[in-house]
């Protein structure tokens, strides 16, 4: 009875046996791990850049908050002194905000 059952899944197409990776699957499997390892390193990277790109405008920020200005006037303060964000966009409150509690 078991091996009717087996010619009968043969012929309906039923793949029968241990799965074999192929090469595609070996790369998708590598391709899977480079990018968990990828996903790993990247916020590093991203601070360690934002630490770069304002490391000059922190003592700025930092020196307006303290004398009391809100977070859009910093901005405008920073766009009317020629800076621009790492995007070469011009400053709002909450890229100010973000530069302060990296600042803190």
């Not at 046996?17 to 791990?33: D, P, S, V």
């Not at 307006?64 to 400053?91: F, V, Y």
Request: glycine fraction near 6%; proline fraction near 3%.
């Amino acid at each position: 009875m078991g091996s009717t059952a087996f010619a009968v899944a043969q012929k309906r197409g039923v793949k029968l046996g241990r799965l074999r990776l192929g090469r595609w699957k070996r790369k998708k499997i590598r391709r899977r791990a480079s990018l968990q390892k990828a996903c790993t390193a990247a916020p590093e990277a991203h601070s360690e850049t934002f630490d770069d790109e304002y490391a000059d405008l922190f003592p700025i920020v930092k020196e307006l908050n303290e004398a009391g200005s809100s977070l859009q006037a910093i901005a405008d303060e920073l766009n009317a002194m020629g800076h621009t964000t790492r995007r070469n966009k011009p400053w709002n409150r909450m890229q100010v905000s973000r530069v302060l509690n990296r600042a803190a």
